[in-house]
């Protein structure tokens, strides 16, 4: 399709329209961009931090198995894992705070004991199945036990469901104890060394 001169004109009338293809080719990329971003997991999920928070640390020592990882729907409505399902070594194992912060709710959502610790910058960590003996205002240190998880989570195997949430999105818990940028992890097991060329 092209526009004549005519057509354009009346639109854009003026000495402004030097090449009548451009606005044609302008809008087709826009709409090109739209559909990228919109089929994009990326958009949809949003983006991890680029380099991990220094004063965050794992909520369970020695540093836990992830029995689930964080699964986000493409869209808020669909169902998902909003959060990582931790292994706990024993029922009623403590689970501590993974940055300072203060307790802003302790309860019991649905059928489900939680906690969740408001660090400040719009990030909430929250913890289920988790019972607490604090109360809602509590400073919480980093490494501060905020109570005894719960089996229920994870089937027969006790587990600890933590999410992180700036405002309403979730983001990946395991972004803030482990760096989650390709170029710098380490390999577990060290490379073999190839024969050097004599
Ligand atoms: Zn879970």
Known sequence: MTIGPEVAGHEMPGPAITGRSVPVRTVARALLWAIILALSPVA????????????????????????????????????????????????????????????????????????????GNGLRSSFEPVESGLATGAAVAAGEVLGGVRSGHCGRD??????????????????????????????????PVPEPHR
């Open 44 to 119: 949809a999920a949003g983006v991890p931090p680029p380099a991990r928070p220094a004063d965050w640390r794992w909520p369970l020592d020695p540093r836990p198995a992830v029995l689930r990882p964080f699964d986000p729907p493409a869209r808020p409505w669909l169902s998902g894992h909003r959060g990582v399902d931790l292994r706990v070594a024993y029922d009623g194992a403590p689970v501590t705070s993974p940055a300072p912060g203060t307790v802003s709710f302790v309860g019991v959502v649905v059928d489900r004991a939680v906690i969740t610790v408001d660090h």
């Open 158 to 191: 006790p587990c600890v469901h933590w999410s992180v949430r700036r405002g309403e999105e979730y983001l990946n818990p395991m972004a803030f104890v482990m760096d989650q940028r390709p170029s710098v992890l380490l390999p577990v097991v060290p490379e």
